[in-house]
């Protein structure tokens, strides 16, 4: 099965910094877009970031400019670099990937387990 691990989660005072990623595997032919959403407590999951396989890419106008969002092709994996975070910027991230696999020809969602971020004020 098509499985994405997430890592680089944890907690950091407001103006620091992390480094998200996010590796996708598991029988893969190939990957097309793949992106991060979060969830805050009481809150809708929303899109943060997203990126497709030649490299354009989309912002949530909340992280523009703080945020960037690369990934490799060649291991399947996307990254997330929060810089500037602010304590509302607290949530869980989960990462998303459009996948062709063995276990499913056509491009279908997969997500990851989800990584907590906390930023202290």
């Known amino acids: 099965q098509v499985q994405l691990v997430e890592s680089g989660g944890g907690l950091v005072q407001a103006g620091g910094s992390l480094r998200l990623s996010c590796a996708a595997s598991?029988?893969?032919?190939?990957?097309?877009?793949m992106g991060w959403y979060r969830q805050a407590p009481g809150k809708q999951r929303e899109l943060v970031a997203a990126?497709?396989?030649?490299?354009?890419?989309n912002y949530a106008d909340s992280v523009k400019g703080r945020f960037t969002i690369s990934r490799d092709n060649a291991k399947n994996t996307v990254y997330l670099q929060m810089n500037s975070l602010k304590p509302e910027d607290t949530a869980v991230y989960y990462c998303?990937?459009?996948?062709?696999?063995?276990?499913?020809?056509?491009?279908?969602?997969?997500w990851g387990q989800g990584t907590q971020v906390t930023v202290s004020s």
């Open positions: 598991g029988g893969i032919f190939s990957v097309n877009a």
């Open positions: 990126i497709i396989s030649g490299g354009a890419s």
């Open positions: 998303n990937a459009q996948v062709s696999s063995s276990w499913n020809i056509n491009y279908a969602d997969y």
